[in-house]
């Protein structure tokens, strides 16, 4: 499929997905109560001629399109929940869309609208998915659980994330993406318990090899760093450990997802050191989500080819090291691709750029411009090796 066909159909597209978007930013719904969100993704959906089924894992939705042409069967995947008012840097009043999940589920009706147009000249079937719950990393599962791949066939899976970057450029994330997370806890006893448990979390927290950012000028910092290849952010430790009454509570990430072990045994290692502690992994820890290499190197082909060389960074670590995808459980079963779609506006903060801050303020150029990039790969996608749906 000829990516000027694509354009056409996007830019005749650009103003009504600029208000669906605002339509969904104004109604922001909390993981896992996504109602109304679904119920708008799926009129838009049928509009569009797709096989729509909903409540999916909760309020997910699938949509399929089956082109006119023999092809493989690829998803593409969008988030739809808001984020929980105690998850926004500084805290707020109530969700909100700062993640820009709002212009992940627009972009995704976008690609749909596009393809379904050009119908005719698209080879095999492209099934949405509109996740809820992503912010509490439990909609993907509840998705998979559903059998939304085997029952569609799926050969591999896309996605894309605002990220800070200049708007109409995107950065791919070739054998990095973002790190899992694990969490422990540690119970402490006696008299003294509460001041033990205070010296132990500063301890533990002395792990971490990279901080939260507290200003701009550390964003920029950690954008840079992501950017350098073998730089600082190429293995990596972010913890957050927090005294309770009688024991400390401990959150972290780290890159590789290898080094889980590694730091289990630290944590073990700090709290032996105070006498009756005892150390517990809830749970096994969430697993990263790595972009497969080869993937995401086509990827950055095809966004030069259609956008321009400049259009396309490419980042050499897991960023940002604070938050995690639950994307990763796709990935754990067919290969795919995870980009980032600049949203920074000339000349604005890096903030408005940057998810869960409170003044997260994406460019909507960026609507287009992800419409463009993301339906001229997905039909690409389909019609490369012509396996038959």
């Not at 159909?9 to 009504?16: N, P």
């Not at 073998?230 to 997802?257: I, K, M, N, S």
Request: charge should be positive; proline fraction near 7%; aromatic fraction near 6%.
């Amino acid at each position: 499929m000829a990516q000027d066909a694509v354009d056409a159909e996007a830019a005749r597209l650009r103003r009504e997905l600029i208000a669906l978007r605002r339509d969904l930013h104004r109604h922001p719904e909390l993981p896992g109560r996504e109602r109304r969100t679904a119920g708008v993704v799926a009129r838009e959906l049928r509009a569009a001629g797709l096989t729509v089924t909903t409540g999916v894992g909760g309020h997910g939705v699938v949509g399929v399109l089956r082109g006119a042409h023999r092809g493989r069967t690829v998803a593409y995947r969008a988030d739809m929940d808001a984020v929980p008012p105690k998850d926004i840097v500084g805290g707020g009043p109530a969700a909100a869309h700062v993640c820009g999940h709002d212009l992940h589920t627009t972009v995704a009706l976008g690609v749909a609208r596009v393809l379904a147009r050009l119908r005719r000249r698209l080879s095999g079937t492209v099934v949405f998915l509109f996740q809820p719950a992503e912010e509490t990393l439990s909609g993907a599962r509840a998705l998979l659980d559903a059998g939304v791949l085997e029952r569609t066939g799926v050969a591999e899976i896309h996605a894309l994330h605002c990220g800070p970057f200049p708007v109409g450029t995107f950065a791919v994330t070739p054998g990095y993406g973002l790190p899992g997370q694990d969490k422990a806890e540690v119970a402490l006893s006696g008299p003294d318990a509460p001041d033990a448990a205070r010296r132990l979390a500063a301890e533990i927290n002395a792990l971490a090899t990279v901080a939260a950012p507290q200003t701009p000028a550390d964003i920029e910092r950690l954008l840079a760093d992501a950017l350098t290849a073998d730089g600082p952010l190429a293995r990596f430790v972010a913890v957050r450990a927090g005294a309770q009454e009688a024991g400390v509570r401990v959150t972290y990430r780290c890159w590789p997802q290898e080094r889980y072990g590694e730091v289990r045994a630290d944590i073990r290692r700090l709290a032996r050191s105070w006498a009756g502690s005892r150390v517990r992994f809830p749970t096994e820890p969430f697993p990263a989500m790595v972009c497969p290499e080869r993937d995401a190197r086509r990827l950055a082909h095809h966004l030069r080819r259609a956008l321009g060389r400049d259009a396309v960074a490419e980042l050499h670590a897991a960023f940002p090291p604070f938050s995690g995808e639950d994307f990763a459980l796709y990935l754990d079963r067919v290969p795919g691709t995870f980009t980032f779609l600049g949203v920074r506006a000339p000349g604005a903060p890096l903030t408005t750029g940057y998810p869960h801050y409170p003044d997260f303020a994406p460019d909507e150029r960026a609507i287009g411009i992800g419409v463009r990039a993301m339906a001229g790969w997905i039909a690409e996608r389909t019609h490369s090796g012509g396996s038959g749906h």
